[in-house]
């Protein structure tokens, strides 16, 4: 009956501590000290100090520990990824594109209607409209696939810093991509003919499911692993904030269609700023250096002669 009580009692304690010793009732003395209770948490409190011819084992609580392991720490702080350049102009392009894909869909019936000639033919964009929305659901896994790709490639470079530095410049292609068919799309709105509305469609199946794919695919890549949540967080909440725009636009757009249209043009043109600047090495080194509080001696390690002499004189 008094095993029985024992081992009854140590089913409900959290955090015993074991010693590994031949007696299964060795452990039993330290219980009291280290019992997890509403004062006193599991994490907070004390465990004895080992001696030479003790060895102690902490069964703690899984939750607790599976929490720390989940915890990342970042190298560098949140300020300093986001008052980046590459912060500013990512936030700039995410934004405008978005923007482009909202104002393209909230002209399009305007759009169809002054280049119809009849209501059967407007009703064949409107369907084709419909469709192409529907056709960006197997689209949307193409921006991170592509990006996969681009990284894998740049597992093959033996330097350690360079590899990192051309993981950051795998996204150049993705976003150059993205941004160019966002373009063509939202530039076939100049234009009053059934083949603009047809070449705009087939843009608009790639860009509108790429921009959030490949966004994020960017964000994971380019700043600390730790201030991923944190950054989609605060450039989605920006995005957001600043979309209200597209309503006084497309007012603006019903009085001087061609002037508002070639505005979002214009800023779309800037937006490539975002993947270009990603191909100068040396600003992506430094990048690199800072996200990863790299010291001198990793960006320009010293090379090891005594080992280049042992393979010339064949030691």
């Known amino acids: 009956m008094k095993r029985r009580h024992i081992k009854k ?3 409900n304690i959290k955090g015993i501590v074991v010693r590994r010793d031949s007696s299964p009732y060795n452990g039993i003395e330290n219980i009291s000290e280290n019992r997890s209770t ?3 948490p599991f994490h907070l409190r004390t465990s004895p100090v080992a001696g030479p011819d003790q ?14 392991q989940d915890t990342i720490e970042s190298p560098s702080s949140l300020k300093t990824s986001i008052w980046s ?7 700039l392009w995410f934004f405008v594109n978005l923007l482009a894909i909202n104002n393209y869909q909230q ?4 759009w169809i209607t002054s280049s ?8 064949l964009y409107s369907m084709l409209f419909s469709y192409s929305n529907l ?18 490639k740049a597992y093959r470079t033996p330097n350690e810093l360079d590899r990192r530095v051309k993981e950051v410049q795998a996204s150049f292609w993705p976003l150059l991509v993205t941004t160019v068919f966002t373009s063509i799309m939202y530039a ?9 509305i047809y070449v705009s469609l087939l843009c608009m199946v790639v860009s509108r499911p790429c921009i959030i794919a490949v966004s994020t695919a960017y964000l994971r890549i380019r700043f600390p692993a730790g201030h991923f949540n944190r950054l989609l967080g605060i450039y989605g909440t920006v995005a957001s904030a600043l979309l209200f725009l597209q309503y006084p636009h497309f007012m603006w757009a019903q009085h001087m269609y061609y002037a508002a249209h070639a505005l979002i043009l214009a800023v779309l043109a800037v937006s490539f700023l975002n993947p270009i600047h990603l191909l100068f090495t040396p600003l992506m080194r430094h990048a690199v250096a800072t996200r990863d509080n790299l010291k001198p001696e990793d960006l320009h390690p010293v090379r090891n002669t005594y080992a280049d002499d042992k393979g010339v004189n064949g030691l």
Do not use: W
């Open 9 to 11: 009692r140590n089913k």
């Open 38 to 40: 509403f004062l006193r």
């Open 55 to 68: 060895n102690y084992v902490v069964v703690g609580d899984k939750g607790h520990e599976s929490q720390n």
């Open 85 to 91: 350049a590459s912060s500013f102009l990512h936030q």
């Open 107 to 110: 002209s399009y019936n305007v």
């Open 116 to 123: 119809s000639c009849s209501v059967t033919e407007a009703g």
């Open 135 to 152: 056709l960006t659901v197997f689209f949307g896994p193409v921006g991170g696939v592509f990006t996969d790709y681009m990284i894998r």
């Open 188 to 196: 076939c709105l100049l234009f009053f003919h059934p083949a603009a």
